[in-house]
DNA sequence: AAAAGCCCCTGGATGC
DNA sequence: TGCATCCAGGGGCTTT
């Protein structure tokens, strides 16, 4: 579920509230994806001096070390100072004075890792190789030809891999080659300057638009105040296949790419 | 070194 | 109703 949207969607949700807060207590369920590599007894204490994000990660400071968190597939955060009694799927619980926050993840491939500083070993290792943040200045069209430029394999890989732009899924990767009329299997390589900027602009735009709408809520997504997003009802081709294409009416396609499936319209994905 | 596959895990939808 | 199969928004790791 959580692309770049609802994992930028989530953090603005809890972001303010949580800032300033002090943790009293920290407590883990079943395994998530990887150990938390701190005792959650090292972080009672702590002072939360805010939330950042980087691709579909995101960071909680305190006034000493920081939590790494993944949403993965299924994960969705809750901040409140009320909230039900730990259900199955809460995997990690922090309790802090301005609040409880609490991951829930049913798939379990999401992840809290704690680390000391920014460089650590375990934070350089899942945020060393990300590649540019699409909604920063630092995003940059020719830039962005260029590197495309280096990689042979389909467009759409390459958008998923997080290596030349992060924070881009599945969802968000089908619309923005529609939106640019690029086809997902066209090699990277391939693309011409005015079509790579093309998709450049449409992976900013299409982001931001699903950021105004709270993001996607296929199946378990929502904020960390519980709202869901609205973005899915005016997908292109997500989830269309056989359906009709929203501009020429032809059936939108389905394949595979890498275990994942691609939509795309034959008419106007044409290169 | 780049690219392609393989998993991790649970639950919902579909089909027999 | 029951059971098997397939599919799902991610991404690190292993194998080619």
Same mark, same amino acid.
């Given at each position: 579920?959580?692309e770049?949207?609802e994992?930028e969607?989530?953090?603005?949700s809890?972001a303010?509230r949580?800032?300033?807060a002090q943790v009293?207590?920290?407590?883990?369920?079943?395994?998530?994806?990887w150990?938390l590599?701190?005792?959650?007894?090292? &972080? $009672?204490?702590?002072?939360?001096?805010?939330?950042?994000?980087?691709?579909?990660? !995101?960071?909680?400071?305190?006034?000493?070390?920081? @939590?790494?968190l993944?949403?993965g597939?299924s +994960?969705?955060?809750?901040?409140?100072t009320q909230l039900? =009694?730990?259900g %199955?799927?809460?995997?990690?619980?922090?309790?802090?004075t301005?609040?409880? !926050?609490?991951?829930n *993840?049913?798939?379990?491939?999401?992840?809290?890792v704690y680390a *000391?500083h920014?460089?650590?070993p %375990?934070?350089?290792?899942?945020?060393?190789? !990300?590649?540019c943040?699409p909604l920063?200045?630092?995003f940059?069209?020719?830039?962005?030809?260029? *590197?495309l430029?280096?990689?042979?394999?389909?467009?759409?890989?390459?958008?998923?891999?997080?290596e %030349?732009? $992060?924070?881009v +899924?599945?969802?968000?990767?089908?619309?923005? @080659?529609?939106q640019?009329?690029i086809?997902?299997t066209?090699?990277?390589?391939?693309?011409?300057?005015?079509r790579? $900027?093309?998709?450049?602009?449409?992976? #900013?735009e299409v982001?931001?638009?699903?950021?105004e709408k709270? +993001?996607?809520? &296929?199946?378990?997504?929502?904020?960390? =105040?519980?709202?869901?997003?609205?973005?899915?009802l005016?997908a292109? $081709?997500? +989830? #269309?296949?056989g359906q009709a294409?929203r501009?020429?009416?032809?059936?939108?396609?389905l394949? #595979?790419q890498?275990?994942?499936?691609s939509?795309y319209?034959p008419?106007?994905?044409?290169?």
């Amino acid at each position: 579920m959580p692309e770049l949207p609802e994992v930028e969607v989530t953090r603005l949700s809890f972001a303010s509230r949580i800032a300033g807060a002090q943790v009293l207590s920290v407590s883990m369920g079943k395994a998530l994806r990887w150990p938390l590599m701190c005792e959650p007894k090292a &972080l $009672v204490g702590r002072v939360v001096v805010g939330v950042r994000r980087r691709g579909k990660y !995101l960071l909680i400071d305190f006034d000493r070390g920081l @939590l790494l968190l993944h949403l993965g597939m299924s +994960g969705s955060l809750m901040f409140a100072t009320q909230l039900p =009694q730990r259900g %199955v799927h809460d995997h990690f619980d922090m309790q802090t004075t301005q609040g409880l !926050l609490r991951l829930n *993840d049913p798939r379990r491939f999401g992840a809290v890792v704690y680390a *000391d500083h920014e460089d650590a070993p %375990v934070a350089h290792k899942l945020l060393g190789k !990300l590649g540019c943040e699409p909604l920063s200045p630092n995003f940059d069209a020719l830039k962005f030809y260029a *590197d495309l430029k280096r990689k042979k394999t389909a467009i759409k890989q390459v958008l998923l891999a997080g290596e %030349v732009v $992060v924070g881009v +899924g599945n969802i968000y990767a089908c619309e923005a @080659l529609f939106q640019a009329g690029i086809r997902p299997t066209l090699s990277a390589a391939r693309i011409s300057r005015p079509r790579a $900027v093309k998709l450049h602009a449409a992976i #900013r735009e299409v982001l931001n638009r699903a950021l105004e709408k709270g +993001g996607s809520t &296929l199946r378990d997504f929502s904020s960390a =105040q519980g709202e869901s997003g609205y973005f899915q009802l005016e997908a292109m $081709v997500y +989830g #269309r296949a056989g359906q009709a294409c929203r501009v020429c009416q032809s059936s939108i396609k389905l394949l #595979r790419q890498g275990q994942r499936s691609s939509f795309y319209c034959p008419q106007c994905q044409k290169g």
